[in-house]
């Protein structure tokens, strides 16, 4: 693998409406510095396919290829208001193809005028050797365990679990260990915004069963009474009333995890999603880059 260093000179951080410009610039000039704009480096050596990994990386890549018959393919998670915009650019710059990881993000890229035939759902992987649950468990204190992300729907959480006796919360950052997840007895996800459901996949991978609303990534990951439990709504009551049928009946929660497991091994799986990635790289690169030798 080669790794080639582009500099984004000024270093100051730019404005928004400066982003397109600065981001054109990066994808087709050589700095004072003497670095090789992406345009440059990829003309002089000719990738079959470039493959970029937001929408700001996915504009410098389409500049950068303009003028050649490179395909561009761009993953991304979800939209906010900037990259709705940055979207529509991208398709007007005709991206091959526009990968995100679960059915919600694909229908907000329809709206923003993706052609659906354009777009392909790859989820998030997960390691299901470091991920499973077999290996040492936390210690923990009180009779049941809850671990859900430091993140929006914290609070409904945290107001939860004062309706679950027995019960602690353990708030997880970005990082989360296999042995934290194997200590737990459910882990909930109340974000509105988690495109990849990664610390969801991750607990699954684990025997875990997941507590999650139905969007997003869950909407996807999490099979409704079957690898865990959707949850309609952030009333703290109703959140409650589903972590006390999941924390305090061993039998289910080993149901949910069982069917968890069996889920991550056959869909997330890093070498699941690989090929996944493979056929699209070979959909988008010219026939000529597929013939060998």
């Given at each position: ?52 990994h ?34 529509k ?8 193809r ?11 890229l ?21 991920f ?23 609070d409904?959480?945290?107001a ?33 915004r988690?495109s ?6 991750e ?38 009333q ?24 056959c ?12 056929r ?14």
């Amino acid at each position: 693998m080669r790794i080639a260093l582009v500099s984004a000179e000024p270093a100051r951080h730019p404005h928004t409406d400066e982003l397109p410009q600065r981001l054109s610039a990066l994808g087709h000039t050589v700095t004072r510095h003497g670095h090789m704009g992406l345009g440059r480096d990829l003309t002089a050596d000719p990738p079959d396919v470039v493959h970029a990994h937001s929408w700001l990386s996915g504009l410098a890549a389409l500049a950068a290829v303009q003028h050649t018959t490179i395909p561009v393919l761009l993953t991304c998670d979800g939209l906010d208001a900037t990259e709705h915009r940055l979207a529509k650019r991208v398709v007007g710059g005709t991206a091959s193809r526009i990968v995100v990881s679960c059915q919600d993000d694909a229908a907000d890229l329809v709206v923003a005028g993706v052609p659906r035939s354009r777009i392909s759902v790859v989820p998030a992987g997960v390691n299901t050797t470091v991920f499973s649950p077999n290996g040492p468990v936390a210690e923990r204190a009180e009779t049941y365990r809850v671990i859900a992300p430091d993140e929006d729907g914290i609070d409904v959480v945290r107001a939860a679990l004062g309706s679950v006796p027995e019960t602690e919360l353990v708030v997880a950052g970005d990082r989360v260990t296999p042995e934290l997840l194997r200590s737990a007895d459910a882990v909930v996800c109340m974000s509105r915004r988690d495109s990849a459901g990664r610390l969801a996949l991750e607990a699954m991978a684990c025997g875990v069963p997941v507590v999650a609303q139905a969007v997003r990534a869950f909407a996807d990951v999490v099979v409704d009474g079957i690898t865990g439990v959707h949850v309609p709504t952030r009333e703290p009551r109703a959140l409650a009333q589903v972590l006390r049928g999941v924390v305090g009946d061993p039998v289910r929660r080993c149901t949910l995890g069982v069917a968890g497991r069996d889920r991550v091994e056959c869909r997330y799986s890093w070498d699941r999603v690989t090929e996944e990635m493979v056929r699209l790289y070979a959909k988008c690169a010219p026939p000529a880059a597929l013939t060998p030798g």
